[in-house]
């Protein structure tokens, strides 16, 4: 099963605009990691953010974290074309296990 | 650190022979995880070990598949009498097993059931 749904399923945008997608969970996290996945390829590890951390950066990235609304989002600013690639968000099931569960996924184009 | 190894990359196997894939995890990580992915869809959580031991097994892993670490160094996951319906990018990562790390993935086993 999927406890995270990406928003939106696919997503195509012009080289230099940011892209932002939406990532939604089911039950209490204590981290929430965004992943990113060249196709055909392995997942690599974006960044992590805490439940007890609204935001957090790291180059072009910005991560933003509602434990409220269950909610995060992941803006890339000034996308390029090596962006492209499907982005997940994974959530952490229970405490001790490092179990993450993986969302469906938004697949990003940046078009030059 | 030279990164988490898969092998083989892809398999082609006829309905009902058995399968086997490697992972050579980082070697400080105490923590493997096995997911497989489908086509459009997100990885899905397989099984995984904390050292040799295996901790948690998903209920999508029928009694077809089995997974072993060893040692606690490789793990090889078994697909035995495999169904077309186990087509599917296998994955697998390792970590630390600390809350502030993620996952490091390798390049993932591609197996194609005919």
């Known amino acids: 099963s999927q406890q995270g749904e990406e928003d939106p399923q696919a997503l195509s945008i012009q080289e230099g605009e940011n892209a932002t997608m939406n990532c939604s969970y089911k039950?209490?996290?204590?981290?929430l990691q965004w992943y990113r996945q060249n196709s055909g390829r392995g997942l690599v590890h974006l960044i992590l953010i805490r439940s007890n951390e609204r935001e957090k950066h790291s180059g072009r990235l910005r991560v933003t974290l509602d434990t409220s609304k269950k909610s995060s989002s992941l803006l890339i600013t000034a996308s390029r074309a090596a962006d492209t690639a499907s982005y997940f968000c994974a959530t952490d099931v229970k405490s001790g296990t490092y179990k993450y569960i993986f969302g469906t996924g938004t697949r990003l184009k940046v078009l030059a | 650190d030279t990164g988490v190894s898969q092998n083989p990359r892809h398999k082609i196997t006829k309905r009902g022979q058995n399968v086997t894939f490697r992972c050579d995890p980082i070697?400080?990580?105490?923590?493997l995880y096995w997911y497989r992915q489908t086509l459009g869809q997100g990885p899905e959580f397989l099984t995984y070990?904390?050292?040799?031991?295996?901790?948690?097994k998903s209920r999508l892993l029928s009694d077809r598949f089995s997974a072993e670490r060893p040692k606690g160094s490789f793990s090889t996951l078994e697909i035995q009498r495999t169904e077309q319906g186990d087509s599917a990018m296998y994955l697998c990562a390792s970590s630390r097993g600390q809350a502030d790390y993620g996952y490091t993935f390798g390049s993932g086993t591609r197996l194609t059931v005919v």
């Open positions: 070697s400080e990580h105490n923590r």
């Open positions: 070990f904390q050292n040799e031991a295996q901790l948690e």
């Open positions: 039950t209490s996290i204590n981290n």
